[in-house]
Each structure stands twice: as structure tokens, then as C-alpha cells.
């Protein structure tokens, strides 16, 4: 694409960025970007940016067509035409497509919730090299050979000894012309993350919930792929007991047990002990549930487990409590009650419905750990 | 044009050129030098988004169009086959991945369009240097960005753009000065009305004066003498279709801000032909594309790859009529009637069916008679001097409505005389709402007052509030139109603070 085109796409891209910016909220709480995730980018339907004119309401309810068919039959609609490029006026479409990458889409987020960038801990896991070209050297191979420069130095050469002409103007470099890049190896860290989510699937959880969480995890991943070069996810679906599964029935599980917190939290511990040594890792957990916790043993044990493990190893533990009919939300009021409303490490939300889910990111990203 | 952006012909594509220009010329076609340049599809996207202009001001809107243009190429959904520049030289570009029967195809049509464009009526105003003139256009709004700033710049645009319609769509050529009033008739009355001589009844005393001519009814003259002075000084004195053109004569705007309002209206008069005689351009090219390529040119092997181009090009769609279709058809229809004599006051009185189906007098004024039709007529005279019954039946024509309660679009009939007033109205001023300055010193407050010609259709209602805030950008006093919604006559109003819907006036027509 020449320069010219690019400055007019970059100027339609910033347009969109803001038409995405208006419409955050209803995308974060409707979930119809989760299902066009292709592998870097998420397509975004969006209403065409078009300029206002004086025009007919387009409630085209008559008109003329060809074809066959007696009065009253439906029109068979033709199928789309080889477009016409004749220098004129398209009629557009009243609503677009537009591509963007999830990490431009990440940023949006980021810049709508004025959400920090987080400071990475310095946890170091690989080192990356990168070669980065800089400098000019006078002698180097000749794949390297920096056109410009040689050019440049020949010319100066030529005009100095009166060597050229401009009706003429033939540059020929000799050896003492020639420049080379030089380049420089570096070692660049590279900061890698896992997030854990955990899920209760016990029959007190909803679809409706289900849903609220996907949907709040969905962004989460964005935000965090957005600030680490590695980002893992594990997931861990609970009820009495826990098991860690695939995305998929991640999402699309439902038992019909109990609810043992714990058991997720052991299982959780037992994952970051086997792959995930917290030197190196910048460990994010994120626990879903109605808050509906079968003992008050079972919730000490909870305390404990994230006390001497969880919490010291993780940046960040996030408890998220989505609303539904059986749940008595009692978890959600042990855990403040244990760790106060200002824990440094513990964000502790409650989801009420699908408009809640911009708050809870603004409350589990918002401190920028 | 960019020579980065292109490149040339291959030999054997040359020599195609060469022969198809030669077919078109020998059959009476008639053009200016036209130039080829081959493109990728890249390329292709990115003049057709520039509407055939890669030299053209710098705006939001062809990024936009690139990226709709490139991501229909992506999903297969279009290919743009042709694009052609009306400019003496004749631009034209071809897309380096087809196939060899579609470039001879493509190169035949671009011929058809070059010759419209030389001899259409509509064309004979227009700027046959386009691009240059768009280069300079292009060179002119750059300066501006970096004088007073990007967004400033390309924001002004997007309001100039949003008013871009607002011209005559019938007389691109007709260029009405407004000059305001010359200092030598200068008028005193105009600015102290009360200095007007006041018309008073005869009285023969002095002493009867106060009672003949009392101050009341002089005040009650005055008042009349100075209504009838308003009246006089009406602005403008009649109607003006060139909205544009009334806004760059009148409106306050600076320097820079005037040029780029000339400069969109400049642009939007070198299109508008194009958007008013699409059928006809269309039905032209794919006529002698067809006809030179499958008399003169094809090879045996070809026919079929053809066939199923063409088949492609012009098949029916249903609810919207194909203009290439509908273009192609007709004028063979013309040639058809003029070959056998199916014209004059003979054939129009006779009302035998029989008779008039086998009419044939071997007249064979066919060639002759679409050569003339394509100099002298625009879509709309196209349609409703030529589009006859017998031709309406040949082309399955019908009207359509949509049903309530299915949202599907039925077939209502096939009447000939509902299915062409159906056509023409939708052709009015070529589909754009017809909308005049009438007053520019509206409750004679600097108000600008714009009549909608309400002709069936009500305009689009919150697109017109906003557009009406555009006016209102440029013209910095309060902007009304009168239109009809509903029904009803009313008036929308905007001050820059919140839109207002009146009560609406009528006008005597």
C-alpha cells in the first residue's frame, strides 16, 4: 500500500477506535465479539460510519425488480453480483466490519477503563535475543551493505574531486565508499503469566452465570495477553470435587453436587507447585462462585490454603460473585470478613448481572498488579 | 498518474488493445485516446476507493472504502472487472489476475464507456483534465492540513461531504452568479425604512390634517410601505436549487474553508453525470462488448468462458434491477424497433396487437438511432421515452411490494403503466431529494431557509437534523428546512442549541 493510502486508513482506523470506545459497554455485556475471535483478530461489527445527508427514509417498502413469477409469489433474490468499479458512488451497506487485533482491542479496554499497565515484577523465566540493526560500520558483508550511505559517501567523494557531472550523473563507489550495518545482539526478558480460573459448577450456578463469566474472562485474557510477551490459562471446574479441564467444558459443564471451595484450591495449589514456580511466573487466580460454600469447615480450610500458599505465590487472587437464585453469598462475606475490603492481594467483587462486568474488570485490573 | 503504481502492458496484451480499438473504432465508436494500465488487486482496491483518483485530497472516508473494497476482494464477494477515468486521455485499468477473455472483455466495455463519455450531453461539461485538476485539488487541501491542522481540516470536510448532494442535479453546466447588489444602486431605504415616503389622504385644510390623517393610520402605512419594501428585497429573489453554490457565495466562511467547499462541489459536479446516466453508460459498454467480442474477436475455445462472464454481468437480481442488464436490453430493444420501423404516427395509432408484433418495414435506422439516443438522453429520458409495453413484457419487468407481516418482498403486477410511473418516480432527480434555498434572510433574522419538494417521500429524519446542523456550521446563524413528515407540513430548526420540529408553512407552487 503507498503512503498515501495508509495515512487514509490510519485516519479511518482512529475513527473506529472511538466508535469501538462508545460501543465497549454493550460488547463487553452482549459476548458478540466472543464468538468472532479468529486467531489474532476479532472481527467488530459495527454501525457504518457514514455521513449524514438529505436522503429518503431508506423504508424502501416498493419497487421495481425482473424476473418471473406470478403476482404474489415471493421475489427470488439474485445472488450477488460481480461488483462495477466505474469511478462513481457505491451504495454502502448499513453496517460494517471491521478487524481488529486483540491487542489494539485490549488496549481500548485499557484505555476506557483507565486501567493501569501492570508493573511487572521483574519475574524473569527466558531470556529473548534480538538482533537490533543500528550504527554503520565500513566494512561488513555486502548483504549487508547499506545502499544510502554508500551512495552518499560516493557522491561526496565524486563532487569533491570534481568528478561528477549532473547531466551525467553516473555515481560509481569504490571500497573506501562502502558502509555496512552493524547490528547488536540483545537480550530482552521476557515476562510470561498463567491465569488460573477456577468455576463452580455446582447446580446453584446458571447458564446466565456461566455466561457472566465467560464473558468477564474473556476480557481478562485480552488485558493480561496485552501486558506479557507468554500468557498460559489453566481452568478448573469445581463442585464437591475439582478436576481442571479444556476450555470448553470449561464453560459448558453442570453438576449437580455440593460445593467444596477447597477442593479447587488444592488442585489450584497443586498446578502452580507442579508447572508454574512463582520466581518465574506472574500468577493471576480467578474464582468464580454463588458464594454458596457447603461448611464453614470447608471454608476455613479455603483461608488457609490461600494464606500459606496462594497468596504469596500469585500477584493477584480475584474472588468474583455472580448472583443467582439458590446462592446464599456467604463466601463472598467470609472472605471480607478475613482479608477487610483493602487487601493488597484479594479483589473481591460482586458480579450482579451482565452490565456488572465492566465494574469487575475495573475492579480486578484496576490496580495494575 | 503514479508510474509506481502501475505497469505496462504485456506484448500479446498490446496487440489485443490494438485490435479491439481498431474493431471499435470501424464500428463507428468514438473516443479519446484511451490508456491501459495494468494493477493488482491491491491496487485495483485503492484507485476504486479513490473513485478512479489516486492523486485526490487526503480524507477518512477512502480508507474506509479501501478496506470495504479489499475485504470483498478477500471473501470473493466482488471483483471490480473495470474501471474507467472520463478524462481526455482516457484512463483505464486492468486487473493483472484475470483471465485473457476477461481482459478482451473488459477492454471492448472500457471502449463502450470512453465513447460515452466523449459524446453523452451530460459530459460535454465536464472537466476533461480531471486529473490534474484532482492532483491540484489534492495539493491545495494538503497545504491547508498543514496550515491550520488535520483535524480542523479533514473535519470541515466531513461537513462539506454531507452536503454534497445539495446541488443542480440538471444543470451541472448552468454556473448562476449571485452578485450581491452593485454600490451604484445603492438604496437609502434599505437601511432607515422609516424614511419612506408614507402615502396620505388628501386634506384641503391644514386644521383637518390631524383628523384625515391621524397618527395612527399613518403608522399603520408606514408599516404597510415598509412590508412591501421586505418583499422587494427578498434573498434570493427566486429559488435556488446550487445550495453549494448559494453557502460559497453567502455563507461566512474563511478563506481556506471557501476553497475546500468549492472544491467538493467541484467534484460532486464531475460525478453527477456519472450517477445519471449509469443505465445507459452500463447498457452501452456491455452492448459492444458483446458485439465486438462475439463477431470479431473470440476464438472458438473462449465462447463459453465468455458466456458464463457475461451470464454473470447481466443476470437478473430480483428485487433490485441490474443496471447493465437493464441498460443492454433496452437499447437492443431501440435497435430492434428502428430496424423494422416500428416508429412514426403509423405504428403509434395502430392498436392491432397482430399487427404491431409483425410490423416490419426494413427501415433499418436500428445502428443510427442508438448512436443518436446515446448523445441525447440521460436515464431518466432513456427510460421514459423507450421503456414500452412490448418491453416491459420481454424484460419480465414487475412491481414489487414488501409484505407486512413477512418483511418478504412480494410481486404486486405486471402492469406496464404502474411499473414505469413506479421506475420514474424513483429516477426524480436522480434519487436525491429535491431541496432549494428559498429565503436567506428568513423572519428576517439572517435565518437560511431550505424547502423540501416533498414528492411522495418523506427524507430520513434524523439524517436530516444532522445534516442540518452541518448547515448550520457553515452558515453560523440559525438553518430551517421546510419539508413534510407524515403528511404534515413542518419545519425543522436548528439554532446550535437543540433541533426543533415546527409547525410548517405552505408554499403556493
Redesign the interface.
Known amino acids: 500500500m503507498k503512503m498515501k493510502m495508509e495515512t487514509d486508513v490510519n485516519r479511518f482506523r482512529k475513527i473506529v477506535r472511538g466508535k469501538i470506545k462508545d460501543n465497549l459497554k454493550r460488547f463487553i455485556s452482549s459476548g458478540e465479539l466472543i464468538g468472532r475471535q479468529g486467531n489474532k483478530q476479532v472481527t467488530i461489527p459495527l454501525p457504518r460510519i457514514d455521513l449524514p445527508r438529505f436522503e429518503f427514509g431508506n423504508n424502501q417498502q416498493r419497487g421495481v425488480g425482473q424476473g418471473e413469477g406470478e403476482p404474489g409469489d415471493a421475489v427470488s433474490q439474485g445472488q450477488a453480483q460481480p461488483g462495477e468499479g466505474e469511478a462513481g458512488q457505491n451504495p454502502g451497506e448499513h453496517s460494517m466490519e471491521v478487524d481488529v487485533s486483540l491487542d489494539e482491542l485490549a488496549g481500548i479496554l485499557g484505555e476506557e477503563l483507565g486501567l493501569p499497565r501492570i508493573e511487572d515484577k521483574g519475574k524473569k523465566n527466558i531470556t529473548q535475543k534480538k538482533y537490533k540493526y543500528q550504527g554503520v560500520l565500513r566494512n561488513g558483508p555486502e548483504s549487508l551493505r547499506n545502499f544510502k550511505r554508500t551512495y552518499k559517501e560516493s557522491l561526496k567523494r565524486q563532487i569533491s574531486i570534481g568528478d561528477y557531472t549532473p547531466d551525467r550523473p553516473i555515481i560509481i563507489p569504490i571500497k573506501e565508499d562502502k558502509r555496512y550495518r552493524s547490528f547488536r545482539i540483545e537480550e530482552k526478558p521476557e515476562a510470561s503469566a498463567v491465569i488460573i480460573y477456577m468455576m463452580d459448577v455446582s447446580g446453584s450456578m446458571g447458564d446466565e452465570q456461566k455466561e457472566i463469566v465467560r464473558l468477564t474472562s474473556f476480557w481478562l485474557n485480552a488485558w493480561l495477553k496485552h501486558n506479557y510477551d507468554n500468557l498460559d490459562t489453566r481452568f478448573i471446574i469445581h463442585d464437591a470435587i475439582a478436576r481442571e479441564v479444556d476450555e470448553h467444558t470449561f464453560y459448558h459443564t453442570k453438576e449437580s453436587g455440593g460445593t467444596l471451595i477447597s477442593s479447587a484450591y488444592k488442585l489450584c495449589e497443586k498446578i502452580i507447585m507442579d508447572s508454574y514456580p512463582s520466581a518465574e511466573w506472574n500468577i493471576y487466580l480467578f474464582h468464580f462462585s454463588d458464594g454458596d460454600n457447603w461448611s464453614g469447615n470447608d471454608t476455613n480450610e479455603c483461608m488457609t490454603l490461600l494464606d500459606n500458599f496462594l497468596l504469596p505465590s500469585s500477584n493477584l487472587f480475584s474472588y468474583g460473585q455472580v448472583e443467582s437464585r439458590y446462592g446464599s453469598g456467604q463466601f463472598l462475606k467470609d472472605l471480607e470478613k478475613h482479608y477487610g475490603e483493602q487487601n493488597e492481594k484479594v479483589i473481591i467483587h460482586q458480579i450482579k448481572d451482565r452490565d456488572g462486568i465492566m465494574n469487575a474488570l475495573r475492579a480486578f485490573l484496576g490496580r495494575g498488579k | 498518474m503514479?508510474p509506481?503504481?502501475t505497469s505496462d502492458l504485456t506484448p500479446e496484451l498490446k496487440d489485443i488493445v490494438f485490435e479491439i480499438e481498431s474493431h471499435a473504432k470501424n464500428l463507428g465508436l468514438d473516443f479519446f485516446p484511451t490508456i491501459f494500465e495494468m494493477v493488482d488487486y491491491?491496487q485495483?482496491s485503492?484507485i476504486?476507493?479513490?473513485?478512479?483518483?489516486?492523486t485526490r485530497y487526503?480524507?477518512?472516508?477512502?480508507?474506509?472504502?479501501?478496506?470495504?473494497i479489499a475485504?470483498?476482494y478477500e471473501y470473493g464477494?466482488?471483483?471490480?472487472?473495470?474501471?474507467?477515468?472520463?478524462n481526455d486521455p482516457c484512463y483505464a485499468y486492468l486487473l493483472r489476475s484475470n483471465s485473457l477473455v476477461d481482459q478482451k472483455t473488459v477492454i471492448a466495455h472500457v471502449y463502450g464507456?470512453c465513447d460515452f463519455f466523449k459524446n453523452n450531453y451530460c459530459f460535454a461539461h465536464t472537466n476533461r483534465k480531471t486529473l490534474d485538476e484532482m492532483a491540484n485539488h489534492g495539493s491545495r487541501v494538503r497545504r491547508y492540513i498543514e496550515e491550520v491542522g488535520?483535524d480542523e481540516v479533514?473535519s470541515f470536510i466531513?461537513i462539506c461531504?454531507?452536503?454534497?448532494?445539495?446541488i443542480d442535479q440538471h444543470g451541472p453546466h448552468i454556473r448562476r452568479e449571485y452578485k450581491p447588489k452593485e454600490k451604484d444602486n445603492y438604496d437609502e431605504s434599505l437601511i432607515s425604512p422609516d424614511k419612506l415616503p408614507v402615502p396620505k389622504l388628501p386634506s384641503l385644510r391644514g386644521y383637518m390634517e390631524g383628523y384625515i390623517n391621524p397618527e395612527s393610520y399613518l403608522k399603520e402605512q408606514q408599516a404597510k410601505v415598509i412590508l412591501e419594501k421586505e418583499k422587494e428585497k427578498k434573498f434570493p429573489e427566486s429559488p435556488v436549487r446550487d445550495v453549494l453554490k448559494f453557502l460559497l457565495d453567502f455563507a461566512p466562511l474563511s478563506a481556506w474553508q471557501r476553497d475546500v467547499l468549492a472544491i467538493v462541489r467541484e467534484e460532486a459536479y464531475y460525478?453527477a453525470p456519472?450517477?445519471q446516466t449509469?443505465i445507459m453508460?452500463?447498457g452501452w459498454a456491455v452492448y459492444w462488448h458483446s458485439k465486438i467480442l462475439t463477431q470479431l474477436v473470440l476464438k472458438d475455445s473462449e465462447v463459453i468462458d465468455y458466456c458464463d462472464h457475461y451470464a454473470?454481468?447481466v443476470?437478473?437480481?430480483?428485487?433490485?434491477?441490474?443496471p447493465?442488464?437493464?441498460g443492454v436490453e433496452l437499447m437492443r430493444h431501440i435497435e430492434k424497433r428502428w430496424d423494422k420501423g416500428q416508429f412514426g404516427l403509423d405504428y403509434t395509432l395502430c392498436d392491432d396487437p397482430l399487427v404491431r408484433k409483425n410490423w416490419n418495414k426494413n427501415a433499418n435506422k436500428g445502428m443510427q438511432k442508438i448512436f443518436e439516443v446515446r448523445k441525447f438522453h440521460n436515464d431518466i429520458t432513456f427510460i421514459d421515452e423507450f421503456l414500452d409495453e412490448d418491453f416491459c413484457e420481454e424484460?419480465?419487468?414487475?412491481?414489487?411490494?414488501?409484505d407486512r407481516r413477512s418483511g418478504?418482498?412480494?410481486?404486486?403486477?405486471?402492469d406496464f403503466k404502474t411499473?414505469k410511473r413506479?421506475?420514474l418516480d424513483?429516477m426524480t432527480n436522480f434519487g436525491?431529494?429535491l431541496?432549494d434555498v428559498v429565503d436567506g434572510n428568513f423572519r428576517n433574522r439572517g435565518e437560511i431557509l431550505l424547502r423540501?419538494r416533498h414528492q411522495g417521500?418523506?427524507?430520513?429524519?434524523?439524517?436530516?437534523v444532522?445534516?442540518l446542523k452541518?448547515i448550520h456550521k457553515v452558515w453560523s446563524r440559525p438553518v430551517n428546512?421546510a419539508t413534510v413528515i407524515e403528511s404534515e407540513n413542518k419545519i425543522i430548526h436548528f439554532d446550535g442549541s437543540e433541533p426543533r420540529i415546527e409547525k410548517g408553512i405552505q408554499f403556493e407552487h
Open positions: 503514479d509506481r503504481l491491491q485495483m485503492e476504486a476507493a479513490y473513485g478512479g483518483f489516486p487526503p480524507h477518512w472516508r477512502f480508507g474506509m472504502e479501501y478496506e470495504r475485504k470483498s464477494l466482488s471483483l471490480i472487472y473495470e474501471m474507467v477515468i472520463n464507456h488535520h479533514e466531513d461531504l454531507s452536503l454534497e448532494n445539495l460525478f456519472q450517477g449509469k453508460n452500463e454473470g454481468v443476470q437478473m437480481s430480483g428485487q433490485r434491477l441490474n447493465y442488464k437493464l424484460a419480465k419487468l414487475f412491481t414489487w411490494v414488501q418478504q418482498a412480494i410481486i404486486h403486477d405486471r411499473i413506479e421506475l424513483a436525491h431529494p431541496i423540501h417521500k418523506d427524507l430520513k429524519i434524523d439524517w436530516a444532522e445534516t452541518n428546512i
